[in-house]
């Protein structure tokens, strides 16, 4: 069978074999999305590439060991956000970057330690968010790829105090959420949410 035909889970099952070829097919499929996601955080070309490159190479050196509970794309989508935090640790960066990277480093760490924790969170901030009149939804989205208040009252053709109302409203509705489905963690959980969507 042609390998471009097989899903994401018989795709897998072949790397986890040691099937190079399977994991150069997942690089082709996936490399382009997960650059995208990196580059909305990093906003440099070079260190976005770096993150995705080690997040795939991690992925193939930690094949035979890795248990995979929800999709391989929202894994991976998972892995290369918190290697985009990684990244903010280990690195210098310049000044006004590095106390915004390290104070949403401290929310994550406290509350998130690994792939499925994180990807829990963004599994019930996706399933909330889907619930949202289209305007929420569409501001939240917006907001979690970095797009400044201004550009987005531009795009949809909003006042800048419009939308930053919308934005209350998204994390006034996150709060009540998560407060039922975390009541020991969801204060954390708010204020990593207040830090990304009011940046």
């Given at each position: 069978?042609?390998?471009?035909?097989?899903?994401?889970?018989k795709?897998?099952?072949?790397?986890?074999?040691?099937?190079?070829?399977?994991?150069?097919?997942?690089?082709?499929?996936?490399?382009?999305?997960?650059?995208?996601?990196?580059?909305?955080?990093?906003?440099?070309?070079?260190d976005?590439?770096?993150?995705?490159?080690?997040?795939?190479?991690?992925?193939?050196?930690?094949?035979?060991?890795?248990?995979?509970?929800?999709?391989?794309?929202?894994?991976?989508?998972?892995?290369?956000?918190?290697?985009v935090?990684?990244?903010?640790?280990?690195?210098?960066?310049?000044?006004?970057?590095?106390?915004?990277?390290?104070?949403?480093?401290?929310?994550?760490?406290?509350?998130?330690h690994?792939?499925?924790?994180?990807?829990?969170?963004?599994?019930?901030?996706?399933?909330?968010?889907?619930?949202?009149?289209?305007?929420?939804?569409?501001?939240?989205?917006m907001?979690?790829?970095?797009?400044?208040?201004?550009?987005?009252?531009?795009?949809?053709g909003?006042?800048?105090?419009?939308?930053?109302?919308?934005i209350?409203?998204?994390?006034?509705?996150?709060?009540?959420?998560?407060?039922?489905?975390?009541?020991?963690?969801?204060?954390?959980?708010?204020?990593?949410?207040?830090?990304?969507?009011?940046?």
């Amino acid at each position: 069978m042609n390998l471009t035909d097989l899903s994401d889970e018989k795709l897998f099952l072949k790397i986890r074999e040691g099937n190079a070829a399977a994991f150069d097919m997942l690089f082709n499929r996936y490399w382009e999305k997960l650059y995208r996601i990196a580059y909305a955080r990093l906003k440099d070309t070079d260190d976005a590439q770096d993150v995705v490159q080690e997040v795939l190479v991690r992925f193939w050196n930690n094949r035979e060991k890795t248990e995979i509970k929800t999709s391989l794309e929202m894994y991976l989508m998972g892995a290369v956000r918190l290697q985009v935090i990684d990244h903010f640790r280990s690195r210098k960066v310049r000044e006004r970057q590095l106390q915004e990277a390290l104070d949403r480093i401290n929310l994550l760490e406290s509350s998130i330690h690994d792939v499925a924790d994180y990807l829990e969170l963004e599994q019930t901030l996706e399933a909330i968010v889907n619930e949202m009149p289209a305007m929420l939804k569409s501001i939240y989205l917006m907001r979690s790829e970095n797009m400044s208040v201004k550009e987005i009252a531009s795009k949809l053709g909003l006042a800048d105090q419009t939308v930053k109302n919308y934005i209350s409203e998204v994390l006034r509705r996150l709060r009540i959420a998560l407060q039922e489905k975390y009541p020991e963690k969801h204060l954390t959980y708010l204020a990593l949410l207040i830090t990304l969507l009011n940046k």
